[in-house]
């Protein structure tokens, strides 16, 4: 592939991953919002398990992107390139168990909804161990997409494959991403949902960028030249 249409194909990746899981988050913040939740899920198993696609389909992108641009990374770092793919599989593994759970809780709801009075307690209590173990998840698969997510940032920044700016709003980005999950596995409120930002305006900007310009190779490695 050209340089441009590896970069158009890892923007188009980019943004199905991002959209995917944005539009699987808004499906499920409907029902996880309301304290009857369990209740909602298996009336409703045809959204959740939409919901458990749109995040298959984001675990693929992913991994799709890391393979992508493995061939242009390993011309400045063959270390970056392949750590980048082996932590994106790592984080789409993590989110697929996410995924999975979700599943389990749409049993869960179904057994709630035909059991007897004295089974209602176990199934709260089950429900709530699947809900903080997804999170979990999600916490563990993000730790190795802000530190993957970094160093590509600092490859893009140290060669100019992407404008500088771009890079330092990525590196920025991911360094809030990583500081988002310490803070929320040690129960430090400190920036909430505000750290998320400066990596999603990374990740929703500068695929379109890509879309126009793709990536500038001209300033290699000097063991390159």
């Known amino acids: 592939m050209s340089n441009l249409t590896t970069a158009r194909f890892f923007g188009v990746l980019w943004l199905m991953s991002s959209f995917s899981y944005m539009a699987a988050s808004s499906l499920l913040g409907e029902f996880f919002s309301s304290p009857d939740y369990l209740m909602q899920l298996f009336p409703n198993k045809l959204t959740i398990t939409t ?4 995040e298959f389909v984001n675990s693929v992108a992913v991994v799709g992107m890391a393979i992508v641009i493995y061939p242009i990374v390993k011309k400045y770092s063959e270390h970056v390139a392949v750590s980048y793919v082996v932590f994106r599989l790592i984080e789409a ?3 697929l168990v996410g995924a999975a759970a979700l599943l389990s809780l749409v049993n869960l709801s179904k057994e709630l909804i035909e059991t007897t009075a004295s089974n209602v307690d176990y199934l709260h209590t089950m429900a709530s161990i699947i809900r903080k ?10 730790i190795p997409l802000s530190i993957c997510g ?3 940032a600092v490859t ?6 992407v404008p500088r700016a771009f890079s330092v709003l990525g590196m920025v980005g991911y360094f ?3 500081l988002k999950i310490m803070f929320d596995f040690y129960a430090v409120s400190l920036g ?3 750290l998320y930002l400066p990596g999603a305006l990374f990740e929703l900007s500068l695929p379109f960028w ?3 310009k793709g990536f500038n190779l001209k300033e290699m490695p000097s063991n390159e030249r």
């Not at 919901?51 to 749109?54: F, I």
Request: no cysteine; net charge positive; proline share 0%.
């Open 150 to 152: 970094f160093i590509l």
């Open 210 to 212: 890509l879309f126009v």
């Open 93 to 95: 593994i993590m989110l």
């Open 176 to 178: 809030a991403l990583f």
């Open 192 to 194: 909430g949902q505000w």
């Open 156 to 161: 893009f920044f140290q060669y100019r494959i």
């Open 133 to 142: 173990g997804r999170y979990v998840d999600f916490q563990l698969g993000m």
């Open 51 to 54: 919901a458990v696609m749109l």
